[in-house]
Each structure stands twice: as structure tokens, then as C-alpha cells.
């Protein structure tokens, strides 16, 4: 059974940072494209950033120069580094896992809230 499981999101002000961290288990991580996406309250979810399984990272415009993703696939983890943070950033913050095959998975999410 796939799990993903987010952790690390909050109330911070703006200008501040946090870090996001997702934990993956019952797939083989290590070749799977790994993603952050983002839906805040009325909005479609978004792409925030992907790192491939050769670390090749796409992000979206509005969140490239303040965020970093990363990946440890010894620990099957992806991270995502904020910092910068804007109250635009305020969103439930999604990981997800995508197959070579495109089965995709999700996570439960994680409440990001940036204060002005």
C-alpha cells in the first residue's frame, strides 16, 4: 500500500521560511518523479515544483529563486525549502508521486498559512 505522508507546514510570517518533508513508503521511490503541488481556498491545485529520479527540478514561475526541492532516495523523502514565503504562498501544500508507467499518487496535504 502507497503512503505519502506530508509534514512541516504552519503559520509564519511573511518573508519567512519553512520547510516542507514527505515520506513515501510501498513504492520504489528512488524511480519515481516526485512533485509538491499547491490549492489554496477557490483555486485549482498547481504545480509547485518536480525533481526526477535523476534530480532534474522544474518549478513554477512564481515560487522560482524562494523554493527548493530536493529528494533522498536512501530515505525516501522530498523536501521542499521555502523561503520567502508570501501570503500568496498560503495553500494546502500536496506531495506526489508519479510511476514511469503514470500512476500517480497523492498525499493528505499540509496547511501552509503565510501572514502579511
Known amino acids: 500500500q502507497v503512503h505519502l505522508v506530508e509534514s512541516g507546514g504552519g503559520l509564519v510570517q511573511a518573508g519567512g521560511s519553512l520547510r516542507l518533508s514527505c515520506a513515501a513508503s510501498?513504492?520504489?521511490?528512488?524511480?519515481?518523479?516526485m512533485g509538491w503541488y499547491r490549492q489554496a481556498p477557490g483555486k485549482q491545485r498547481e504545480l509547485v515544483a518536480t525533481?526526477?529520479?535523476?534530480?532534474?527540478?522544474n518549478y513554477a514561475d512564481s515560487v522560482k529563486g524562494r523554493f527548493t526541492i530536493s529528494r533522498d532516495n536512501a530515505k525516501n523523502t522530498v523536501d521542499l525549502q521555502m523561503n520567502s514565503l508570501k501570503p500568496e504562498d498560503s495553500a494546502v501544500y500536496y506531495c506526489?508521486?508519479?510511476?514511469?508507467?503514470?500512476?500517480?499518487?497523492w498525499g493528505q496535504g499540509t496547511q501552509v498559512t503565510v501572514s502579511s
Open positions: 510501498g513504492i520504489t521511490f528512488s524511480i519515481f518523479l
Open positions: 506526489r508521486a508519479r510511476s514511469p508507467s503514470y500512476r500517480v499518487y
Open positions: 525533481i526526477t529520479s535523476g534530480s532534474i527540478t
